[in-house]
């Protein structure tokens, strides 16, 4: 099947400071990648749908000034938390849509990446 | 508002069958996806129903009644490694996953 990397798959960082992590589709085309944030024993909450080429569309309640994704191209996204606070820390997990897939089940998940702000 | 419901947690044994609960309202619907979720790790695609029926993959099968909003993922032979959290999730009509919180199951010898 298809596959998505993340870089880092985890991140330990001092409060203060900026964090970027990487998502990229190996095999296949993402027009759609999306970001998606999980706290222990919670479910996934969306954060922000990023569509290459284009600004990326935040859920309410996400700052978009804090967490800024960059598409640049068919095969990566870029999520970076800007002057992360202890708050920040948690599982970041993103997915991509093929571009090519004329399924709904097309839409597959990064490996998650952990982050941790001390 | 949307709104997904499966139970919190629940507790089977090794070579037995249970059946995984999912009740939906959602502003439309494209289909309603089960992931399969361990520890510590993203979540691993299920299946996928967007009509009536059952859908069977092995010892996985996934059940979908669009009129009563309700869905079942059903497995059975479980094995150990089955223990993880089993997400619900509906594609509204925005083609935006709308997640449930996800069921612990715990699977003992």
């Given at each position: ?5 993340q ?43 990023s ?23 068919l095969?990566?996204?870029t ?13 970041y997990?993103c ?16 490996p ?7 | ?15 037995a ?17 089960w992931?399969?979720q361990?520890?510590?790790?993203a ?57 449930g919180?996800?069921?612990k199951?715990?699977?003992?010898p």
């Amino acid at each position: 099947g298809a596959v998505v990397s993340q870089h880092p798959s985890r991140v330990i960082c001092k409060s203060g400071t900026s964090v970027k992590i990487e998502c990229r589709s190996l095999d296949f085309q993402a027009t759609t990648m999306f970001w998606y944030r999980q706290f222990p024993k919670q479910s996934l909450m969306l954060m922000a749908t990023s569509n290459e080429g284009s600004k990326a569309t935040y859920e309410q309640g996400v700052e978009k000034d804090k967490f800024l994704i960059n598409h640049a191209s068919l095969t990566l996204s870029t999520l970076t938390v800007t002057s992360a606070h202890p708050e920040d820390s948690s599982f970041y997990i993103c997915s991509a849509r093929d571009l090519a897939g004329d399924s709904m089940e097309t839409q597959y998940f990064g490996p998650g990446t952990r982050l941790l702000v001390l | 508002g949307q709104n997904i419901d499966q139970p919190t947690e629940m507790t089977a044994t090794e070579g037995a069958i249970v059946q995984i609960n999912c009740t939906y309202q959602t502003s439309g619907f494209n289909g309603l996806f089960w992931y399969q979720q361990h520890a510590g790790e993203a979540p691993t695609f299920l299946s996928y129903n967007v009509l009536d029926g059952l859908e069977e993959k092995g010892r996985f099968s996934s059940f979908l009644s669009r009129s009563k909003g309700y869905s079942y993922l059903l497995l059975k032979e479980l094995q150990m490694k089955d223990s993880a959290s089993y997400l619900c999730a509906v594609l509204d009509s925005n083609y935006q996953l709308i997640w449930g919180a996800g069921t612990k199951l715990i699977i003992k010898p």
